[in-house]
């Protein structure tokens, strides 16, 4: 709760006049989130790695099956009715984005709140360093999902209710954890897994299309950099978790 307010305050006061220019920030942090952090964690533990490789794939499909559903529920509601939808069609491309990165992110809470739990009873003081690092790195993150939810249509209300109600899938990943331990800790590296596909779907497939028809050097430049800085950020703030 304490991640998604502290994000949802900046998201709101600080970039919510920027949400499409910022974009290009979510795009940074979700990629590295995922390649630099999530993905490394998986495969360091004890899974198999043809495995993991195989939940990647199952997962990029899946977000994909998931987007066409979406494209043709679309398609069949607006048929023959003699309408143009050039403006309301770009702005349901980017509401798909919104419902995909609320899916990914309840994945990756649950497993946030299943390695709470294990640190927990590990280790008191190991259960602190491990929920302030989970802070720490869900603060870049869910500034990201604010910025997609916001450019997909969402109301602040609505971002931050929906970005909270996922938030408990962390407290449910945790209870699961406590009481069936050995067997969430195997289930962990395949949960990180899908929880990356999601988001490496969504920023390659939905977001940087967006970001590709502002071709001129222009608006590259400040978009090359915001990638940069969403890379930076979630380098810096998760650090000190890969320490431990």
């Given at each position: 709760?304490?991640?998604?307010?502290?994000?949802?305050?900046?998201?709101?006061?600080?970039?919510?006049?920027?949400?499409?220019?910022?974009?290009?920030?979510?795009?940074?942090?979700?990629?590295?989130?995922?390649?630099?952090?999530?993905?490394?964690?998986?495969?360091?533990?004890?899974?198999?790695?043809?495995?993991?490789?195989?939940?990647?794939?199952?997962?990029?499909?899946?977000?994909?099956?998931?987007?066409?559903?979406?494209?043709?529920?679309?398609?069949?509601?607006?048929?023959?009715?003699g309408h143009g939808h050039h403006h309301g069609h770009d702005k349901h491309e980017a509401g798909k984005a919104g419902w995909m990165i609320l899916v990914g992110d309840g994945m990756h809470n649950f497993t946030d709140g299943i390695l709470i739990a294990a640190a927990f009873l590990a280790d008191p003081h190991l259960g602190l360093v491990t929920g302030l690092a989970i802070i720490a790195h869900e603060i870049p993150?869910?500034?990201?999902?604010?910025?997609?939810?916001?450019?997909?249509?969402?109301?602040?209300?609505?971002?931050?209710?929906?970005?909270?109600?996922?938030?408990?899938?962390?407290?449910?990943?945790?209870?699961?954890?406590?009481?069936?331990?050995?067997?969430?800790?195997?289930?962990?590296?395949?949960?990180?897994?899908?929880?990356?596909?999601?988001?490496?779907?969504?920023?390659?497939?939905?977001?940087?299309?967006?970001?590709?028809?502002?071709?001129?050097?222009?608006?590259?430049?400040?978009?090359?950099?915001?990638?940069?800085?969403?890379?930076?950020?979630?380098?810096?703030?998760?650090?000190?978790?890969?320490?431990?």
């Amino acid at each position: 709760m304490f991640s998604i307010t502290a994000a949802a305050i900046f998201s709101f006061a600080l970039l919510s006049k920027m949400v499409e220019r910022l974009v290009s920030l979510s795009v940074g942090i979700m990629l590295s989130t995922s390649l630099l952090h999530a993905l490394p964690e998986a495969f360091e533990s004890s899974a198999e790695p043809h495995k993991l490789f195989a939940v990647l794939l199952g997962g990029l499909l899946a977000f994909f099956l998931l987007e066409k559903l979406s494209i043709l529920r679309h398609s069949h509601h607006h048929e023959e009715d003699g309408h143009g939808h050039h403006h309301g069609h770009d702005k349901h491309e980017a509401g798909k984005a919104g419902w995909m990165i609320l899916v990914g992110d309840g994945m990756h809470n649950f497993t946030d709140g299943i390695l709470i739990a294990a640190a927990f009873l590990a280790d008191p003081h190991l259960g602190l360093v491990t929920g302030l690092a989970i802070i720490a790195h869900e603060i870049p993150q869910e500034i990201g999902d604010f910025i997609v939810l916001l450019n997909a249509g969402f109301s602040r209300t609505r971002a931050y209710v929906y970005n909270l109600i996922c938030s408990l899938m962390a407290v449910l990943g945790g209870v699961l954890g406590y009481f069936m331990l050995e067997r969430g800790m195997e289930w962990i590296p395949y949960v990180l897994v899908f929880a990356s596909s999601g988001f490496i779907y969504i920023a390659v497939s939905d977001l940087m299309p967006q970001m590709q028809r502002r071709a001129t050097l222009r608006e590259t430049i400040p978009q090359v950099i915001l990638i940069g800085l969403g890379v930076v950020i979630v380098l810096v703030l998760t650090s000190h978790a890969h320490a431990h």
